[in-house]
């Protein structure tokens, strides 16, 4: 998504980020924690936060195939144990 003319040091001061981790995130270095997502959105004040949340539920639904149960993780640790 295009953020107008916003510049990576704007958004950083207006989400509480650093320009460093909004350079990562834009270079796909990192995946934002939800909480992330939501002030990075809020600083951006372009979209429309029903649109966000809508884009964020999809996206989630595409990859929940790559979660981990938390069964899974307890089986896990028994295993090893």
Request: cysteine-free; overall charge negative; aromatic content about 8%.
């Amino acid at each position: 998504m295009e953020a107008g003319d916003m510049t990576q040091q704007k958004l950083a001061e207006k989400s509480g980020y650093t320009p460093q981790y909004i350079s990562d995130l834009e270079q796909r270095k990192y995946t934002p924690t939800i909480t992330a997502f939501g002030e990075i959105v809020q600083g951006l004040e372009i979209i429309a936060p029903n649109q966000t949340w809508e884009r964020l539920s999809s996206l989630l639904l595409q990859f929940a195939h790559l979660e981990v149960k938390s069964d899974e993780v307890i089986a896990a640790i028994d295993q090893e144990a």
